[in-house]
Structure formats: C-alpha cells, structure tokens
C-alpha cells in the first residue's frame, strides 16, 4: 500500500481520483502542466453529483502533480511534494498502484514522446552531476536553500570545534598568506610559526592593546604589533583592533558562527573586482531600450558604483590605505551607432576608480566582429573573448582581481573560464535564465535552435552554476520557486532536449552555494516624490512635456483627460513584458478608461527602426490593440527611453498626480522598475510570477496581480482608484509603506555588505577544504565545454 494513491488522498477520493487521471484526453505535445490538469479537474469536479463529497484530499494531490505525460498505456506523474523533491510514479488502467519511475526512464520516456520518430537504436548523451557532489556540506531542509552563508558558517564553526587540530591550522595558514596589492597582512609567518604560537602572540597583543598607554598613536601601536608578528590589517582604531582579536581568540578557544562570519567579514580580502557582464550595448548614455539592453546594465553600473564605495570603506576599516579598483567588463562594438561602446576604457560617472573595459569579439581569423549581435547570437566568440580579457584584465589591474562577478549566462560562462585559468574566486548572477521564460524551450529546443540557441545556452549555464564559488540571487524563488512554480534553477535539475541531452542531475540546490541578496537602487536618482531637494524645476518641465505634451514620430497618442491620475509603465516591448496585454485590459474595461489614463514608456512607436524581430511583432500588435479599442485619447505611448535622472523625476511625477506603477510581465525574475517606483513613493501594481511575489507585501506594499487574468487586474485598479477617491489618505498609505519597505530591504549598500561578505567567507571555505572533488567536477566540465558547448557553439558562425 506504500504507493497506493490511498496515502496520498482521504479513501473517498481514491475512486474520483484515478477516475479522473484515467480520464485525461491525450494532447499535442502529449503531456499536461499543472494548470492544465487544475482546469481539467475542476471541470470534472463540476459535473460530478454534491453526494460524492467536495474531493478536497484529490485536489491536495493535483496541486503538487506539475506535469503528466499521457502514454498509450500508462500515465506517468510528476510529483513534486516540496520544493526542490520530485517523485515519479507511473499509473496504469489495471492497477490501483502508483509505480515508482527512476528519473532515468521518465526522461527516456518523455524523450520518447515528444521525438517518436527517433531511431530505435538512439542512445542520447546523459549528464548526471550528481557523484561530484559526494563530497562537503548538504544542506537537507528545501526551505534553508538561498542561506548558504549562515549554513556553511554553521558547518565551518563545527568543524573548527570538533576537528581543532586540522582547522585551526587551516585558519592559521590562511592569515598567514593573506595579501592584498603584493602586501603581506595580517600574520608575519616568520614570528608566529604555528597555530600554538598565534595564540601565544595573541595573548600578548591583547594584553598590550588593553594596557596600551597611547590609544591614539596607531603608528606606535602598529609598530609594537609588528614585533609580536600581527601586521597591518586588523582595524584603523585600537578599539576595533583589539575587538577583531578578541572574535579571533574566541574562535581558536570555543568556535562560534556567528563570531566566525564576522571575524571573517573582517579580513581585508577584495580591494579589486572585475565585473563581466558581455553582451548587449553596455555604456552610460543612449544604450538602454537597445536590443539586450535593459536592467541588467543598471544594475551592474549601480552595483559597481556602491561596491567601489563599500570596499573603500571596508579596506579603510582594516586600517589600509588601499583604494579599489573595479572593472566592468564588455564587449567593444566599432559600430558603436552613436554609444561609446567602441572605447577600450571609459570611466564610470562619480566614481573613482571603475572603469568600463571593453574588448571586441573575433572572428577565427583575429578580426574584429564590428556590429552588434543578439545575446543568443554571442556562444561561438565567448571562447576567445575570456582569453583576451583576462589579458585586459591583468593589464588594467596589474595582476588579477580579488572577485571574479559574472552576469547573464554569457557572463557566467565567461567569468568561469576566468577563474579556472586565474585561479579567483567566482560568483554569478543569472539575472534570468531564458529556460524559464519559454514553454517547452526544452522538449522543442530544435525549433528554437534557429533563433534562440537554447541547446548551447543551457549547456552553458549548466557549466557556470556548478563551477561558481557561490551563486546570488535576487529572490528565493529564483531558486526553488514557491509551492505552485518551480524555480529558474530548480528547472535545471533534470530535463531533456530530445535527441541531444538528458540531463538526469543538472545543479544540487542542497549545495551550499545559493544565497539570496536583492539589489537596490541609485537612490540619489529614485527618491521621494515629495522631496524638495534634488528635484530639478527644469528637468521636471521637460519630463512633464514630453510624458504629457510632446507630438513627434516618438510619441503617440493625446489624452483628453490630463486630469486623471495615470497607470504608469516602463518596460522594453517584448512578449514577455505584456504591454500590449496591459493595453489590451485597459481598452476593454470602459470604466477604467473613464478613471486613469495609461502612460507607458516603451521601445519605439515604429516597428521598422526596431532591429529585434520579437520587439517589431509587439509594437505592431501595439497598435492594433490601440486602433482596435480606439486609445488614442487615453493612452500615451512614449517610443523612447529616458536616461535614469529623467526616468527617477518621471516616477515621482506621477505620484505628483496620485498614479500608480504597473508592471505586467508575464514572468519576472525580479523587477528593478518595481524597486524604482517604490523608492519614489509611487504605489506599484506587479506580477506575481516571479520575483515581485519577494519585494511586494500584498495589499500592504502594493498589489501582485495575475497578468493572465486580464478582467481581474483591471477589477483590482478600479477598486484602488476607487478608494482613492473616497479617501484621499488610502494612496497615501500605500505610497508610505512602498518607500518604506524599499529602504528597509532594498538598498545597493546592503546588498554590497553581503556580496563582500560572502566572498570573503567562501574564499576561507574554498581555501580550507579538500579541492578533489571540485577538481573531478571542473575536468568533466571541461570535456563537456570543449565537445559540446564549442562543437555546437560554433556552428552558429
């Protein structure tokens, strides 16, 4: 009875239940998604008489089954029953017995399903990570995935109080060759030669600083030091020299994590970074609303700008005198169509020390590639492009970086390569990752392949996320998704391209290596609708014209109404953004349109000057949508997008006039136009697929909305509107807890805080553990990146 469907659901539903399994119409392609079989069910549930009960326990069971496969004389379930945990059953006519079904053969039979013309003989390429993963910490609860730090310090503290002798030792060799710019720091291994010696000198270190008779002659103090084998990096003030000792004894005597993480927290590791962010048209000015170029160029120049702020501030708190240097790595366009994107180096405003450094793709024969080429077009020149730019890097840094941060699956890729040849330490940021986004992008990979690539991309995210030292991401559910989705990540457990991989063990989400930390944003440019200072009389009459105003090819529409608040959006046109289903809503709610007007900022309003096929088929869609439902007075579309000042004063003009943001995506990995509106004041309206579910208190800091259930989001804006004008106060309210919520979790120094942390305490980890089985993973890796990833890689060309 161990796989009786009787312990899954109450006895009564049993019969229903496999009833209305047995019952599912075999579609095209021949599997059902979770919200399919919800839909099916309730329509089964809905034609069966109220005697036989409300089948509660079966629809328990349905809502954790997120696939079916539908073959000729069985089906096969997949059971996810917590996150991060599938089981597999196979359910047949004859037998009330759910059959367990190995990964193995419920990828061969899906591969089966989808490609029943492949030979007979076929024996697709398996992948399975899962022996390298033998080795080290597991984490076992799903809910403590995205914690890695507060585990791995857990396990290191453990291991420094069980196994002494060895970690002790480990942490002493580690200060001992601890170097910063070429400078020794820390430990004289000269003077203190053994683990027992550094307690010895730490005794008398301490003993000196309490009884120091000069506090305030650091000179004096550093020189005494120097002499007991401590040398410079243990703080720029007794007090704080003395407290950092004190954690370090205490970890030697009775190991502790949370002192461990902050001992740690405070060695001066990172004074230079490289951030590789590759594709796309990264540069400061007149690049964002290009093809490829959106959110993450803000975020890297953002982070990069507060990180160059933080370390400073760090390496000044160890007592050095050491300015960061950060370095953003891209590619250089010669084409460049009006950017800077044909500069080797460009500085990045109000900082510094940070640079952008650009270095140009080639072609096999060592020219450069002078046009700009679609992210899913950029696999074959990523081999050469890492070899040049750890020769750039080293050039510009004078050795290698201390941090190695890739971005997007092209940066990841190349940022692993990075570290493997320069030996430092790596962390990525998928940002997004494209599985995710398009249905099926797995099972029908060859119809993608002529545009998307995706067979190549996958095997290159695969590659990047086992090999980082730690992975970032801005939400948990990036991870492992919520109780209803499976997470970006999760999604690279197992799949198959049919005919090509199966991916039997693609990523180990128990691996201590996932850590969640939002980003922020420039708050000197997104900040209070009702502060004063900052906001400029000038720029605030031209953001206004052009919003409301201005008639040129790049602006459609002249509202009749400019009295009534806006719905306010900014978004790239792509499907997945779901501006024209925002449209679309609004066209067909009359009462809406006779409360808000809707502004939106969005790509161009000519499809013929877009250069991305995708983007051209939604701006067309466009205006249709607008023709259709005749918007012209009520909708504004403004076909360009607007530098970030202009983008922060736009925010805080429509709070000016009591709107609120709508962002609509269909699926949203964060959402940092959802954290700019919030910093501004203006009420926001999000998606609930994806990471907004992370920023949004709902209904306390904004509102998450079903982007599929047109009807329902357009009811939740009337309501809000409508309580705007019974009580002015309700707006106020909303836009008071946004800012609010945005400042407590939201902010780049909090995020800058963590990132230098956490590699601070995975270089200790990566440093102070056996590298044999990271080892075995890298060289097996490495044939798949040379015989796969390139093989295929290059024949894009």
């Avoid at 496969?69 to 379930?77: G, R, Y």
């Avoid at 950029?378 to 081999?383: A, F, G, K, R, S």
């Avoid at 940022?415 to 398009?438: D, F």
């Avoid at 012209?632 to 922060?648: M, S």
Wanted: proline share 5%.
């Amino acid at each position: 009875m161990e796989n009786d469907l009787g312990c899954f659901v109450d006895e009564q539903d049993v019969a229903p239940l496999r009833e209305f399994l047995l019952s599912l119409q075999r579609p095209e392609p021949p599997l059902l998604l979770r919200n399919d079989i919800l839909l099916a069910f309730q329509q089964f549930a809905g034609q069966r008489p109220a005697a036989e009960g409300d089948l509660a326990g079966a629809w328990r069971f349905l809502r954790k089954v997120q696939e079916v496969l539908l073959a000729d004389d069985l089906l096969i379930i997949l059971y996810r029953h917590r996150r991060a945990s599938c089981r597999i059953f196979a359910l047949s006519e004859d037998d009330d017995r759910l059959i367990p079904v190995t990964l193995i053969d419920f990828l061969a039979i899906k591969e089966r399903l989808i490609r029943p013309n492949l030979p007979p003989q076929q024996r697709t390429l398996a992948i399975n990570l899962a022996p390298f993963y033998d080795y080290g910490p597991t984490l076992k609860d799903p809910n403590t995935i995205g914690q890695g730090i507060k585990f791995l310090n857990r396990h290191m503290s453990g291991n420094l109080s069980n196994h002494p002798e060895k970690w002790n030792r480990s942490l002493y060799e580690f200060l001992k060759l601890h170097q910063l710019h070429g400078t020794q720091l820390l430990l004289d291994g000269s003077l203190v030669r053994s683990p027992e010696e550094l307690e010895e000198a730490l005794s008398s270190a301490m003993d000196f600083l309490e009884r120091c008779r000069y506090p305030d002659d650091l000179a004096r103090i550093s020189q005494r030091l120097g002499r007991l084998g401590f040398l410079a990096g243990w703080g720029n003030s007794l007090p704080r020299m003395l407290e950092t000792m004190h954690m370090l004894q205490d970890i030697l005597e009775q190991p502790d994590e949370a002192n461990l993480e902050e001992f740690l927290s405070r060695i001066p590791m990172v004074s230079s970074v490289a951030l590789i962010s590759p594709h796309g048209w990264f540069g400061q000015e007149n690049v964002l609303g290009r093809p490829d170029t959106g959110g993450q160029v803000v975020y890297v120049l953002d982070q990069a700008k507060a990180l160059e702020d933080f370390l400073a501030q760090d390496l000044r708190d160890a007592g050095l005198e050491i300015a960061p240097k950060i370095l953003i790595v891209s590619r250089l366009i010669p084409e460049n169509e009006g950017t800077s994107a044909d500069q080797r180096l460009e500085k990045v405003y109000d900082t510094d020390d940070v640079w952008i450094l650009r270095v140009p793709f080639r072609y096999p024969d060592n020219s450069v590639v002078p046009h700009w080429l679609s992210r899913f077009r950029i696999w074959p020149y990523l081999d050469q492009f890492a070899v040049d730019a750890e020769e750039e890097i080293r050039r510009e840094l004078g050795g290698r970086p201390d941090l190695l941060v890739g971005n997007y699956s092209d940066g990841n890729l190349v940022a692993t390569r990075l570290s493997k040849n320069m030996g430092v330490i790596q962390c990525n940021i998928a940002h997004a990752l494209e599985k995710s986004k398009y249905l099926f992008s797995d099972l029908y990979w060859d119809e993608f392949e002529p545009e998307y690539n995706f067979s190549i991309q996958f095997m290159a995210d695969l590659l990047a996320m086992n090999q980082a030292n730690f992975i970032i991401t801005s939400t948990a559910q990036e991870i492992t998704g919520t109780d209803n989705s499976i997470g970006q990540y999760e999604s690279y457990q197992f799949f198959t391209m049919p005919g090509l991989v199966n991916v039997i063990s693609g990523i180990n989400l128990f691996h201590p290596r996932f850590n969640v930390i939002p980003p922020g944003v420039n708050q000197e440019v997104y900040f209070p609708y009702n502060r004063k200072r900052g906001r400029k009389v000038k720029m605030r009459r031209e953001v206004t014209r052009l919003l409301f105003e201005q008639e040129d090819a790049d602006c459609l529409g002249r509202l009749e109404n400019l009295d009534l608040p806006p719905l306010f959006t900014i978004a790239r046109l792509d499907r997945i953004k779901n501006l024209t289903g925002l449209v679309e809503a609004y066209g067909q709610d009359e009462e809406l349109r006779r409360r808000v007007n809707l502004i939106m900022v969005a790509s161009v309003t000519d499809p013929e000057r877009s250069k991305d096929a995708e983007e051209a088929a939604e701006i067309r869609k466009m205006h249709g949508i607008i023709e259709q439902y005749g918007l012209r007075g009520q909708v504004r579309w403004v076909g360009k997008f607007l530098g970030k000042a202009e983008t922060g004063e736009a925010y805080r003009i429509m709070a000016d006039r009591r709107g609120v943001f709508v962002q609509p995506a269909l699926f949203e990995a964060f959402g940092l136009t959802i954290l700019e509106a919030m910093h501004s004041g203006l009420p926001v309206f999000a998606t609930q697929f994806g990471g907004p579910l992370e920023i949004i208190e709902h209904e306390k800091s904004g509102f998450l909305i079903n982007p599929t259930d047109q009807p329902a989001m357009t009811a939740r804006l009337r309501e809000f509107f409508h309580h705007c004008e019974e009580n002015p106060r309700y707006w106020q309210g909303f836009s008071q807890r946004a800012l609010e919520r945005a400042r407590e979790r939201f902010t780049w120094q909090r995020h800058c805080r963590e990132l230098t942390r956490l590699t601070k305490v995975y270089g200790f980890w990566r440093y102070s553990t056996s590298q044999q089985a990271k080892m075995r993973l890298n060289q097996y890796s490495e044939v798949l990146y040379h015989l796969f990833y390139k093989a295929r890689a290059e024949q894009i060309r």
